[in-house]
Each structure stands twice: as structure tokens, then as C-alpha cells.
């Protein structure tokens, strides 16, 4: 029985060593090798190709102002002509309605209040505050 159990483990080993050789020598992996990333392939933050902050996907309002002559009918403009002028005729408006400071962003404000009220004038508005 121990000789039995010796033959059958002594077969099984020679099966074993013969799957993993060809004439002794190993066969190699039949995988391809797989690509490793390596830390020279990954950007740093002194690589100047590397973005430092995320992209915007909208152009910067454009804050520049000419001295525009303000329209004649600045005293009775509504809202909704307000809302379709250029930000320099909308500066010139709110001049000529007697605000005295703080001009792109009151005229960005009053853009956006202004959908809301399209027939209140913007001397009212002006006075007031805002919308009411």
C-alpha cells in the first residue's frame, strides 16, 4: 500500500514538472505582459502643460465701458428697452437717472430685476430700490 501511494505521487510529480517544461527548460506565460503606468507618465503640477485650474465654459462678462451718450428717452425707459441695450448705454441711462457709483453692477442687477416688472420704468425703479 506505501509503495502504491509512493507510485502515485511520484507519477503525479513527474505529470506536474513535464506540464511546466519543454526539455527542461520553463515555458513562458502564454499573457501578454499588461502596460503599467509609471510616474513619469503622470502629469506634476510643475508641468506647465498641466492645467492649474478647471477650464470655464463661459467668456468672462465683458466689464469694459465707453462713454456713451445716454438715450433721450432715458427718463421714461421701461425695463424691457433696458434690458436689450449694451452694458456702456446701460451705464449712461443710470448716470442719467442720477446714480453716482457701483454702475456695472447696478446696471447687471437691474437687468436681471427687470424681467420680472418689463413695463415698470427704470427712473421708478431707481427710486424705489428695485422692484417691488
Do not use: H
Not at 14 to 19: H, K, Q, S, T
Amino acid at each position: 500500500m506505501r509503495r502504491g501511494a509512493a507510485l502515485t505521487s511520484a507519477l503525479g510529480m513527474a505529470l506536474l514538472i513535464a506540464g511546466c517544461t519543454v526539455d527542461g527548460t520553463p515555458i513562458a506565460d502564454p499573457a501578454p505582459p499588461t502596460s503599467t503606468t509609471t510616474y513619469s507618465s503622470v502629469p506634476s503640477y510643475s508641468n506647465p502643460s498641466y492645467p492649474t485650474r478647471p477650464p470655464s465654459f463661459a467668456p468672462p462678462p465683458d466689464d469694459t465701458v465707453r462713454d456713451v451718450p445716454a438715450p433721450a428717452n432715458s427718463a421714461t425707459m421701461t425695463c424691457r428697452e433696458f434690458v436689450d441695450l449694451d452694458l456702456s448705454t446701460q451705464v449712461a441711462v443710470l448716470k442719467a437717472l442720477g446714480a453716482t457709483r457701483n454702475f456695472v453692477p447696478v446696471a447687471r442687477i437691474f437687468s436681471v430685476l427687470c424681467t420680472g416688472q418689463p413695463d415698470t420704468t427704470l427712473a421708478d425703479m431707481l427710486r424705489r430700490g428695485g422692484p417691488n
